[in-house]
């Protein structure tokens, strides 16, 4: 069963990236939503909570920013300095992804 504080703060997260990335960029809700071509408000809308966040949203926001989806994934989870889980190296093995290099 999923936890959802977990996810809760794992959305809070992602949505505090997303705002930072935005300021740092210069970019207002109202450029991203002509972008994005939406609504006006629709972006206040979900960073206010009104309506919860969704992965949709997360890959139309992040690319209307100008980033690419991997460079916002890297960000926001850099490579952990640990071995990967038994899971991750049987869909690496299978889908032959190779580990990152710098981890030692």
């Known amino acids: 069963m999923l936890e959802h504080a977990r996810w809760s703060r794992e959305s809070e997260r992602i949505l505090g990236l997303i705002r930072a990335f935005q300021r740092v960029l210069g970019v207002t809700n109202r450029e991203l939503e002509e972008r994005l ?21 997360v890959l139309a926001i992040v690319t209307g920013l100008g980033l690419r989806l991997d460079e916002f994934f890297r960000s926001a989870y850099p490579p952990a300095d640990r071995e990967p889980s038994e899971a991750a190296r049987k869909i690496h093995s299978v889908f032959a992804i190779e580990e990152p290099e710098d981890r030692a």
């Open 37 to 57: 071509g939406l609504s006006t408000s629709y972006l206040s809308r979900v960073f206010n909570r009104k309506i919860a966040l969704r992965y949709d949203h």
